[in-house]
């Protein structure tokens, strides 16, 4: 099989290890990365054996597939001129910063024959993956997302940077309309919001309780899930997953009564290799992604509402 040549719109702190990974791949050719600091795309270039550009119209005609991951505000221009040039993408979340931005690339593709993948990097962590084996028909569901100060990323609100993984994850989960949101928030250090919470709740009587920090004392990243029969809760970074159900006999260190406790721990995993394993065997055989445009959009529209709220009141 011909190798996939592929490029990387963008070497910053993601960006990079885009590069490297696709680098890295047997089956896939890694032309050039792009980067409006051309010495940034050079050293990038450099350790990956590709070429180094400074503007991704270059690659026009020379690509089959690209990695598009530049500021959010850049998405939706760069994403649109490749696929109006044939190339199909993988997106960073955010899809886009605005519903209409995104519905304009799904026309674009879907009109054309051509994939979009959204980076929700958490679909391809193992607990993830185990948990939508495993949940059915969750019914409260509450989610925290908490993270110490770090710089990158600042250029959106904490629901666009960190709060979207859950919303995405929570809208795989539960397969049904949001009918109602209410939300709070408000910057801490800059003028972006830093830390929000967010009720949603869902046609068929499903609720979830979203909490994202990007000002925490501590890292977390947890999810519990309640179903008439079982309790799930996932950590992310510690990659397990506790189910706690009705036990015949019932298990006497399970913490609730009349119930069983079981945990499963998940090797160590690359989950941003997994994704753009899975992006390129999309490509290559023509198939939807595990993320497509569409649930990238669905979780735009979600944030963009949980923000509308935030925005809605005044914040002192």
Wanted: glycine letters at 6%; proline letters at 4%.
């Amino acid at each position: 099989m011909e190798k996939l040549k592929v490029g990387v719109i963008g070497a910053g702190y993601l960006g990079r290890f885009h590069a490297e990974k696709y680098a890295r791949m047997e089956d896939v050719d890694l032309v050039a990365v792009v980067d409006t600091d051309e010495a940034a795309a050079r050293r990038t270039a450099e350790k990956c054996a590709a070429a180094a550009a400074s503007d991704y119209r270059t690659l026009f005609g020379q690509v089959d597939a690209v990695s598009i991951v530049v500021p959010t505000s850049l998405h939706f221009s760069i994403s649109r001129d490749f696929l109006e040039n044939g190339i199909d993408v993988l997106i960073e979340k955010p899809m886009t910063a605005s519903l209409e931005e995104a519905d304009e690339l799904i026309h674009i593709a879907e009109s054309r024959g051509l994939l979009i993948q959204v980076g929700h990097l958490e679909r391809f962590n193992p607990a993830v993956l185990a948990l939508e084996g495993e949940a059915a028909t969750p019914l409260f569901i509450e989610s925290n997302r908490l993270s110490v100060y770090q710089p990158r990323g600042t250029d959106v609100s904490v629901v666009l940077d960190l709060m979207i993984h859950d919303i995405d994850i929570i809208l795989n989960l539960v397969r049904a309309e949001t009918i109602d949101i209410r939300a709070a928030g408000l910057p801490v250090i800059g003028n972006q919001v830093d830390i929000a919470n967010a009720r949603l709740a869902f046609a068929g009587g499903a609720v979830a309780n979203v909490t994202a920090s990007r000002v925490s004392l501590k890292n977390e990243r947890t999810l519990r899930l309640y179903q008439r029969d079982a309790l799930f809760a996932v950590d992310f970074a510690g990659r397990s997953i506790t189910v706690i159900r009705p036990g015949d006999p019932p298990d006497n260190d399970c913490p609730i009564p009349g119930m069983k406790m079981t945990q499963r721990r998940f090797d160590e995993s690359d989950a941003l290799e997994d994704e753009l394993r899975s992006f390129v065997r999309s490509v290559q055989n023509r198939r939807e992604p595990e993320v497509t445009g569409k649930m990238g959009r669905d979780a735009l529209r979600v944030a963009l509402s949980v923000m509308a709220q935030i925005d809605a009141h005044p914040r002192g």
